[in-house]
Structures are given as C-alpha cells and as structure tokens.
C-alpha cells in the first residue's frame, strides 16, 4: 500500500512538472504567432498601403494561433470603431485573447495607440520594435527552454521524493 501512495506521489509531481512546462511551451509559441501575425499585417500596410482594416482582415486569415485570436478580436471591434477609439478597442482585445501566463511586452500593448494614428511611417516603426520585442522573448525562451524543462522536471520530481520520505 505504501509503494502505490509513493508512486501516486511521484506520478502527480511529474505530472505537476509537465504541466508547467506545457505552460512555458504555449508561451513561446504565443509570442511567436502574434511576432507572424504583426509581420503580416506589416507587410499589407507597407506594401500596398493597405488600409488598417483590410490590413487586420488579411492578417487574420493568414495568421495562426494566438495572432490570429488577436487579429480576429481587433477585427470585431472594428465595427465599434466610431464609439471606441482604436486604442481601447486594441487592448480588449490583447486582454481577451492573452493568458494571463503570458508577459506582455510593454511595445504590444502600447501598439493599439500608435495603430490608430494616420502616419504610415511611425506605425510600421511601431511594428517593427514590436517585432523585434516578441522575436527577443522567443529567442531567449527558445535557447533557455531545455535547462529550464531539465530544472523543472528534476524540482517537481525532487519535491515528490521529499514528500514520499516525510511521510513514509
């Protein structure tokens, strides 16, 4: 009977472990995806001198994942636009389509501003320090992400084996 508690233990550390991880893997992703959606939406602005709309329109359907969330959650609100500024309509959507795991970076959420402005250049500037933000996050997360799963899994599991000895 003690041998099944002690490994019902082990397995729920280990379990506790994964889970943590699987967090800290969405999170790269995240920032990934809503990095590809920004590029897209970039590239119709600069391009074609696309209207923002039509911008978040092709965005959206090109974009996967959490980009694509936000995208899609601007892009409904876009027809609240003359009651709501740009702005506000932006960071409902980045509350309604980001986990609160996920660190939002200060040049993400202070886009929504600088979007709904009429000057071209400064919102492709906007964009591009937005990019370069999400790409940094992404890349350390990436690089730092095999020692943290190595400490994490060998914390939880160390943790399960503290336990199994307090209480055996």
Not at 33 to 41: G, M
Not at 105 to 110: A, C, D, I, N, V
Not at 122 to 147: F, V
Request: charged content about 20%; overall charge neutral.
């Amino acid at each position: 009977m003690k041998g099944l508690g002690a490994s019902l233990i082990l397995s729920a550390a280990g379990l506790i472990g994964l889970l943590l991880l699987g967090e800290s893997r969405r999170r790269l992703e995240a920032y990934c995806s809503l990095s590809s959606a920004l590029r897209l939406l970039r590239g119709e602005l600069a391009s074609r001198n696309a209207p923002l709309a039509d911008g978040i329109d092709k965005a959206k359907t090109a974009a996967k994942g959490m980009g694509k969330e936000l995208m899609l959650q601007v892009s409904m609100g876009l027809s609240a636009l003359g009651e709501r500024s740009f702005c506000e309509i932006w960071d409902q959507a980045l509350d309604a389509c980001s986990p609160r795991s996920l660190e939002t970076p200060e040049e993400l959420k202070s886009l929504g501003a600088v979007l709904g402005g009429f000057d071209l250049e400064t919102q492709l500037q906007a964009l591009d320090g937005c990019i370069a933000r999400l790409d940094e996050l992404w890349k350390n997360g990436s690089q730092s992400y095999p020692a943290r799963r190595r400490l994490l899994l060998s914390l939880t599991l160390a943790g399960g084996f503290f336990m199994v000895i307090l209480l055996y």
